[in-house]
């Protein structure tokens, strides 16, 4: 969303970017929107819940035996310098910390930053967890050998911003890897169908349709193409993965949607989920 759009109207970006610290710090990732969670808020049981519900969501694709070690590869990390962009409520953070990397993970939030540097402390784990805009991250050049953002950058004022961002702070050779929402997944298809036509006569845009079917003050969803363009820009070998979730493989409401997931089973599930999924996956390297 870029600025001066019609959901912001004239809105300075300093104030586009105040309205995401606002609705971020107000928010958590507790992936409860089903099923509140009731331990108390930042113990070690409300993370356990936080985690059991992340990680389930993201069998498809995103692990086996150790959370999300298909895609961070933590085998290349260790010792290395590593900084994650929206530390959220942590769980990258601490895995990341767990593979012997040196991590310095931002948040534009300050609850992230507080559930961060909390979870940390309970599991006696040490990162350097500090709020930042990732627009204009205040690292000196060539700073990190490997940068990791889940599902952030998209709800940006300014992504290419953060994306010229990564290119400057990573080393030659280093290594980014990101996922933003998929334009050509399918939550995107499913807003469409669902409020294009009343959308168009009311005078809003495809984007804000999109974006009021997301959370965040604001959120942008790529095609492959515009995906790799962006990064294509500062990066000379990028490559682009879609993955997904239940929902992607089922677009029922939730109580249907557990029967079909039986039927279908989980192999054939993860591959609808996968070739229609709501992210998109940038691997980006930096030139030597």
């Known amino acids: 969303m870029e600025y001066g759009d019609k959901r912001h109207g ?3 970006l300093s ?3 105040q309205g995401n610290r606002s609705w971020w710090t107000s928010q958590t990732m507790s992936y409860d929107w089903n099923d509140k969670i009731k331990h108390e808020r930042f113990s070690q049981a409300w993370f356990d819940d936080v985690d059991r519900r992340f ?3 993201h069998r498809y694709f995103a692990h086996n035996d150790k959370p999300f070690g298909n895609i961070i590869p933590y085998d290349k990390i260790a010792g290395k310098r590593v900084l994650e962009i929206g530390c959220g ?3 990258h953070t601490e895995h990341l910390v767990r593979s012997g990397a040196q ?7 300050p609850t992230s930053v507080e559930a961060t540097t909390r979870r940390l402390e309970l599991k006696g784990l040490k990162a350097d967890v500090r709020p930042m805009d990732a ?3 205040d690292f000196p050049d060539a700073s990190f050998d490997f940068v990791w953002s889940w599902g952030v950058i998209h709800h940006s004022a300014m992504t290419g911003r953060i994306v010229r961002q990564i290119h400057r702070v990573l080393v030659p050779g280093g290594e ?3 996922m933003v929402y998929n334009l050509e997944g399918t939550p995107a298809y499913v807003t469409m169908m669902r409020r294009y036509v009343t959308g168009y006569w009311r005078g809003r845009s495809l984007d804000e349709l999109l974006w009021k079917d997301t959370d965040g003050f604001t959120a942008r969803y790529y095609s492959r193409d515009q995906l790799r363009d962006l990064f294509a820009t500062f990066f000379d070998k990028v490559t682009i993965e879609s993955y997904g979730q239940d ?3 089922v677009p029922l409401p939730h109580a249907l949607r557990g029967a079909v997931l039986k039927v279908l089973g989980d192999k054939r599930a993860a591959r609808i989920a996968n070739r229609r999924g709501a992210f998109l996956f940038a691997i980006a390297e930096k030139s030597a």
Not at 103 to 109: H, K
């Open 10 to 12: 004239s809105q300075p």
């Open 247 to 249: 929902a992607d493989a």
């Open 89 to 91: 409520m942590g769980l």
């Open 55 to 57: 990680i389930h969501g």
């Open 135 to 137: 627009q204009v991250m």
């Open 103 to 109: 991590v310095t993970s931002i948040d534009l939030s």
């Open 176 to 178: 980014s890897r990101v």
């Open 15 to 17: 104030d586009v970017q």
